[in-house]
């Protein structure tokens, strides 16, 4: 649809607190009452890290379970329910390069994405019997965005004091129209990066040790930038 065709009831915005299980019930059953069917659920939400776990509180990595992961399956419970019974729909979920591989300050982020991967790869299995209904999982790198300002630090009350520079990292409209061309064409999951993120990520998937031993190369390079104040992507981007 174009933009000027829509009316007022063509949109619809809804506050959402994915920590807040309890109202994700009533939220989709707001959608579905303003528009009759949910036909596509793009789980967007979530909170990085940066911090060393040897620095960081547990209750850290409780908060970006609770928001990355269970807030999200929690979500996609109650929309899933619908479109099983419509037998048709797309659930889209925003992971990361970070669910493919491991890197050094984000062990909490990298597990909250390696735990959508797993569950998303399995609810697929699941829903063989309907196969109008697509999981769909978006990887990207590091993107243009204001994910750095709000990441998690080694405790809750403590935000990041120096977000660095962006423009290395990939524009925000380029990932948005790459992830709306995997979903249209129903790609179970794509790597949405550039180089070197990308390449990492295919040693990581065929071959291991290398990759193994080019992260702690570039993981320790990583870690000095960001005791230094520097911005700790900056490091894979030289």
């Known amino acids: 649809l174009e933009i000027s065709s829509l009316s007022e009831n063509d949109i619809l915005v809804l506050r959402l607190d994915l920590t807040d299980r309890s109202s994700h019930e009533a939220a989709t059953n707001s959608v579905l009452k303003h528009f009759g069917k949910i036909d596509v659920l793009v789980n967007n939400g979530g909170r990085s890290q940066r911090s060393l776990f040897v620095d960081t509180n547990l209750d850290v990595y409780n908060a970006i379970i609770e928001l990355n992961y269970l807030g999200t399956i929690s979500l996609t419970k109650y929309v899933l329910n619908h479109m099983i019974q419509r037998k048709k729909g797309k659930i889209v979920t925003v992971s990361s390069v970070m669910g493919i591989m491991g890197a050094p300050l984000a062990t909490g982020y990298c597990a909250s994405k390696h735990a959508l991967q797993g569950f998303f790869n399995s609810l697929r299995t699941e829903l063989t019997d309907y196969p109008e209904i697509s999981v769909i999982q978006i990887c990207p790198g590091p993107v243009?965005?204001?994910?750095?300002?709000?990441?998690?630090?080694?405790?809750?009350?403590?935000?990041?004091?120096?977000?660095?520079?962006?423009?290395?990292?990939?524009?925000?409209?380029?990932?948005?129209?790459?992830?709306?061309?995997?979903?249209?064409?129903?790609?179970?999951?794509?790597?949405?990066?550039?180089?070197?993120?990308?390449?990492?990520?295919?040693?990581?998937?065929?071959?291991?040790?290398?990759?193994?031993?080019?992260?702690?190369?570039?993981?320790?390079?990583?870690?000095?930038?960001?005791?230094?104040?520097?911005?700790?992507?900056?490091?894979?981007?030289?």
Not at 199 to 221: E, I
Request: hydrophobic share 40%; charged share 20%; with cysteine.
């Open 144 to 238: 243009q965005s204001q994910i750095i300002q709000n990441v998690f630090t080694e405790n809750l009350a403590k935000s990041l004091e120096n977000s660095g520079d962006q423009s290395h990292k990939m524009p925000t409209d380029r990932c948005a129209r790459l992830t709306l061309v995997s979903v249209a064409n129903d790609v179970k999951e794509a790597w949405i990066s550039d180089h070197p993120y990308l390449a990492v990520c295919y040693l990581w998937q065929y071959a291991p040790t290398w990759a193994w031993w080019l992260m702690n190369r570039m993981g320790k390079r990583r870690i000095q930038n960001f005791k230094s104040g520097i911005d700790a992507d900056a490091s894979y981007s030289r």
